[in-house]
């Protein structure tokens, strides 16, 4: 039953509700790399004044929250993502600075002219897209000549542990395993190199210690679909993979940095 998500489970988890404030949650909270995946992100990107720049997926824009010391001036930013749920998010968080505008877009279709953008950001989100080439066809038509576009994503060995977990439930209910994304650390390179001239992959190294067997579930329900008559085996296989206190995952992320 293992599969990729679909267009109704991604509409539950991010127009329906927000159940990436309770996986982002976890990573804050039991991350071996205290620095953070966001901060990490925020150094790779290289902003100069007077650029224009637009995020795709923006999701609940967390990441730019009191950057306003690290941002050079006359900068406009345009927060992005294809859930409403999202973009209000982000608005709600970040609607009194006027570096930010907020819209809902699709990376299919984006609706500004061609060489509109010094900057584009589609950070994990390409492998929730159901056609990649027209989304990076449409990133490189707005992006200028020379410009950016940054992206992350994950690789095939992270939250192994927990996959080993679903798959002695696959029978009985359906999840999202990690190796089955399209969009990857391992493939990403060949991808995105059909449509720039430079592509260079970045990693941040980290891994999760969790201690809350309460959290590790409700984050592995908001990534998949638990029937009620599951949720003690589920309960009892999470259980078992505590050792000393700690359930130790592995996480494997990182970023391409792409030029036009």
């Known amino acids: 039953m293992s599969r990729m998500v679909d267009p109704e489970r991604l509409k539950n988890m991010y127009v329906k509700t927000d159940t990436l404030s309770t996986r982002k949650g976890l990573h804050d909270k039991y991350s071996v790399n205290k620095y953070g995946f966001g901060n990490w992100i925020f150094d790779q990107y290289a902003f100069t004044e007077n650029m224009n720049v637009l995020e795709l997926g923006c999701g609940t824009a967390s ?3 009191n950057r306003d010391k690290w941002l050079p001036n006359n900068l406009k930013i345009i927060l992005s993502d294809f859930s409403p749920l999202m973009v209000k998010k982000a608005k709600d968080l970040l609607q009194d600075n006027s570096l930010f505008s907020f819209q809902e877009i699709n990376i299919q279709e984006i609706p500004y002219d061609d060489n509109s953008f010094d900057v584009v950001i589609a950070n994990h989100m390409l492998y929730h897209v159901p056609d990649k080439n027209k989304a990076l066809l449409e990133v490189k038509r707005v992006l200028k000549k020379g410009g950016s576009f940054y992206t ?8 192994k542990e927990l996959n080993d977990i679903y798959l002695k439930l696959d029978e009985k209910a359906s999840f999202s395993y990690t190796k089955n994304i399209s969009f990857t650390l391992e493939n990403g390179s060949d991808l995105l190199n059909q449509y720039f001239g430079n592509v260079e992959k970045r990693l941040y190294i980290d891994s999760l210690e969790v201690t809350n067997i309460d959290d590790l579930i409700e984050y592995i329900k908001s990534y998949n679909e638990i029937p009620e008559s599951v949720n003690d085996e589920l309960y009892c296989l999470v259980n078992d993979g505590f050792v000393n ?3 130790k995952i592995q996480k494997e992320q990182g970023l391409f940095i792409c030029t036009a």
Request: aromatic residues 14%.
């Open 245 to 247: 206190g700690v359930f």
């Open 63 to 65: 990441i730019w929250s």
């Open 152 to 159: 992350s994503t994950v690789g095939e060995i992270s939250l």
